[in-house]
């Protein structure tokens, strides 16, 4: 089985980003991610509705990293350190040396390659240092910008499941999308 240790924090770099820990002075963009319809259209979770409930996320953010079970980051391009994004692992099974990979970023970063930057980062660091032998994306089917990210990275369409979670009175379709560590 892994043994997974995210202290000290492992910030990570790219050719314009850093990745670094999140923390309590992020709590208004946080809150703009988590508090906007339109990045949490294809996220089945509650809005955000106050910097409470922001500061709220930071706190599970953090408590998932203390205890190990998860990791995120802030993405921030490398001349503002201002948070535009999340990336970071979910659900990690050490006993399958698998985790879920997932990120979020603020509308007015779309459509400029962030994101893919970023995914390439993660997904190195959860191969090379965390030692995963497979990533899993669970995406909405309509999120077409999420599968060509994960598609660009190299990740392939697994399955479609029919109406699998119940969220806000309907049934919604996921797909799942994965990555082996090949090398």
Same mark, same amino acid.
């Given at each position: 089985?892994?043994?997974?240790?995210?202290?000290?924090?492992?910030?990570?770099?790219?050719?314009?980003?850093?990745?670094?820990?999140?923390?309590?002075?992020?709590?208004? &963009? $946080?809150?703009?991610?988590?508090?906007?319809?339109?990045?949490? /259209?294809? !996220?089945?979770?509650?809005? @955000? *509705?106050?910097?409470?409930?922001?500061?709220?996320?930071?706190?599970?953010?953090?408590?998932?990293?203390?205890?190990?079970?998860?990791?995120?980051?802030?993405?921030?391009?490398?001349?503002?350190?201002?948070?535009?994004?999340?990336?970071?692992?979910?659900?990690?099974?050490?006993?399958?040396?698998?985790? &879920? $990979?997932?990120?979020?970023?603020?509308?007015?970063?779309?459509? /400029?390659? !962030?994101?893919?930057?970023? @995914? *390439?980062?993660?997904?190195?660091?959860?191969?090379?240092?965390?030692?995963?032998?497979?990533?899993?994306?669970?995406?909405?089917?309509?999120?077409?910008?999420?599968?060509?990210?994960?598609?660009?990275?190299?990740?392939?369409?697994?399955?479609?499941?029919?109406?699998?979670?119940?969220?806000?009175?309907?049934?919604?379709?996921?797909?799942?999308?994965?990555?082996?560590?090949? /090398?």
């Amino acid at each position: 089985m892994l043994s997974i240790n995210f202290n000290p924090f492992p910030n990570l770099e790219t050719e314009r980003l850093i990745l670094r820990r999140v923390d309590a002075n992020d709590v208004n &963009e $946080i809150f703009a991610l988590r508090s906007n319809p339109e990045t949490m /259209k294809y !996220i089945p979770r509650p809005l @955000v *509705k106050t910097t409470e409930d922001a500061l709220e996320h930071i706190a599970m953010i953090d408590a998932k990293i203390e205890t190990n079970e998860g990791i995120n980051w802030a993405i921030t391009l490398k001349d503002d350190p201002k948070l535009i994004g999340l990336i970071g692992h979910y659900r990690i099974k050490p006993e399958h040396f698998r985790a &879920e $990979i997932g990120y979020m970023l603020l509308p007015e970063f779309n459509g /400029k390659g !962030i994101i893919s930057e970023a @995914v *390439k980062e993660a997904v190195n660091y959860g191969f090379k240092v965390m030692k995963l032998h497979s990533l899993e994306a669970i995406i909405a089917p309509e999120n077409h910008g999420s599968m060509k990210v994960l598609e660009k990275n190299g990740f392939v369409k697994e399955a479609h499941l029919k109406e699998n979670e119940f969220y806000d009175g309907r049934f919604l379709d996921t797909v799942i999308y994965s990555i082996l560590n090949t /090398k």
